[in-house]
């Protein structure tokens, strides 16, 4: 029988759809200090002012703060699969067609939070962490998480909130993030 998973987070965009083309996770638990660390890093496609995440946690962080890529880097470089190929040609084999085009874009970012949106909503924290402008909620409502995020700029369908309503209900907080302004 194969366990249940469930999602970690999700975009919440501006305008447009942005397509999350990777994440890496490393988690950190300290037991005596009974605390998790998770370092995030994802990699997308689309314009930097439509990013926007959502993320449920069972708690409002004690920190929110940017990190460095090294630990990722140094991972990754032991961890990495790595591949050899073989090349043997008997006569009626074509040449292979191997494209790798990776791209970039970029554009500058309008973000601000309305803590006051008028809706059953609680902004539990609200900061300004390097790029990123960052809001941890906490609702009984998803009706009225959905209007506040509505009111500040993310683009929410009834998919999306039926995916954060199962945390919502069992009274996890969410982190939204938005790129700052440049």
């Given at each position: 029988m194969t366990p249940n998973a469930e999602a970690c987070g999700g975009f919440f965009c501006n305008r447009t759809p942005v397509s999350q083309t990777g994440e890496q996770i490393i988690f950190t638990v300290d037991s005596g200090a009974d605390t998790v660390r998770a370092d995030i890093q994802i990699q997308y496609q689309g314009l930097a002012e439509d990013f926007a995440w959502l993320l449920p946690?069972?708690?409002?962080?004690?920190?929110?703060?940017?990190?460095?890529?090294?630990?990722?880097?140094?991972?990754?470089?032991?961890?990495?699969?790595?591949?050899s190929l073989r090349r043997e040609?008997?006569?009626?084999?074509?040449?292979?067609?191997?494209?790798?085009?990776?791209?970039?874009?970029?554009?500058?970012?309008?973000?601000?939070?309305?803590?006051?949106?008028?809706?059953?909503?609680?902004?539990?924290?609200?900061?300004?962490?390097?790029?990123?402008?960052?809001?941890?909620?906490?609702?009984?409502?998803?009706?009225?998480v959905r209007t506040w995020l509505e009111q500040n700029g993310y683009q929410v369908t009834s998919r999306m909130i039926e995916a954060v309503t199962p945390y919502i209900s069992k009274g996890d907080v969410l982190l939204a993030l938005k790129l700052q302004k440049n």
């Open positions: 946690l069972t708690d409002a962080p004690l920190a929110i703060e940017t990190g460095s890529t090294r630990a990722f880097q140094w991972l990754d470089g032991r961890t990495r699969p790595q591949f040609e008997d006569g009626n084999c074509r040449e292979p067609s191997i494209e790798n085009s990776p791209q970039s874009q970029s554009a500058d970012a309008s973000v601000a939070f309305d803590s006051d949106a008028g809706t059953d909503v609680t902004v539990l924290q609200q900061s300004a962490v390097g790029p990123y402008d960052s809001v941890v909620l906490e609702s009984e409502s998803p009706s009225d």
